[in-house]
């Protein structure tokens, strides 16, 4: 069974450096085929991909937020960590983690598991 | 960058059929995915390509794709089936994956 599960703050302070957590399970972060994406959704708003992460450790930014974040993972621990610097309130969201499976053009990767979300407050 | 765009929300009285769109142009190049989310969960991938359901995906899900547009389809639409719906590409242009607004189903 393939679960995900993010970890980190609750509440951060504007202009502050977040890290969250995605601890996989079921699945290996060594699998060409499969990688670990963050993607977040501001309350009553649209999910927004952020970044994600592969086997080869190929990675991929938002290009709108890209000189902001870090994606990296530790494989004895089966965890991707993203890293978003310079917080501001309107970084207020859920943020999930989700596994992005590569597919046959013209079949787009997508996201067949997904993590519980966690909640991030950004607020002096 | 790319866009994909939804409708905001559409309606559907129990046991009829709702049909909603996802339109941009990376979808001349690429399958869309969608994904259904409840409140307070996280969504879930209900079809895929042009017409593949994930196991479990009940049998009144569709998906179809002509030219710039997707569509997800639910033939016989349960009370269940209200939710969020987003569909998802990739970016032609930035290479990366991409979400639409998202369309509100509301089973009446």
């Known amino acids: 069974q393939v679960t995900l599960k993010e970890s980190g703050p609750v509440l951060v302070k504007p202009t502050e450096t977040l890290t969250l957590t995605c601890t996989v399970s079921g699945f290996s972060l060594s699998n060409a085929r499969m990688g670990v994406s963050w993607i977040r959704q501001p309350p009553g708003k649209a999910l927004e991909w952020l970044a994600h992460i592969f086997s080869n450790a190929e990675k991929s930014y938002s290009t709108s937020l890209k000189s902001r974040l870090t994606i990296s993972k530790d494989l004895s621990k089966s965890q991707v960590v993203l890293t978003i610097t310079n917080l501001d309130p309107l970084d207020t969201a859920t943020y999930f983690c989700?596994?992005?499976?590569?597919?046959?053009?013209?079949?787009?990767?997508?996201?067949?598991?997904w993590g519980q979300g966690t909640l991030v407050a950004v607020s002096s | 960058s790319s866009e994909l765009t939804q409708d905001p929300a559409v309606s559907v009285a129990l046991g009829q059929t709702v049909r909603m769109t996802c339109q941009g142009d990376s979808l001349r190049s690429y399958y869309a995915s969608w994904y259904q989310q409840k409140p307070g969960q996280a969504p879930v991938l209900v079809m895929y390509?042009?017409?593949n359901r994930p196991s479990g995906i009940p049998a009144r899900f569709s998906g179809s794709i002509s030219g710039n547009t997707a569509s997800l389809t639910i033939t016989g639409a349960q009370a269940e089936d209200e939710a969020d719906y987003y569909c998802n590409s990739w970016d032609t242009s930035d290479k990366h994956p991409l979400f639409g607004g998202g369309t509100k189903v509301t089973v009446l």
């Open positions: 390509g042009k017409d």
């Open positions: 989700a596994r992005i499976v590569r597919a046959t053009y013209p079949f787009p990767a997508n996201f067949d598991s």
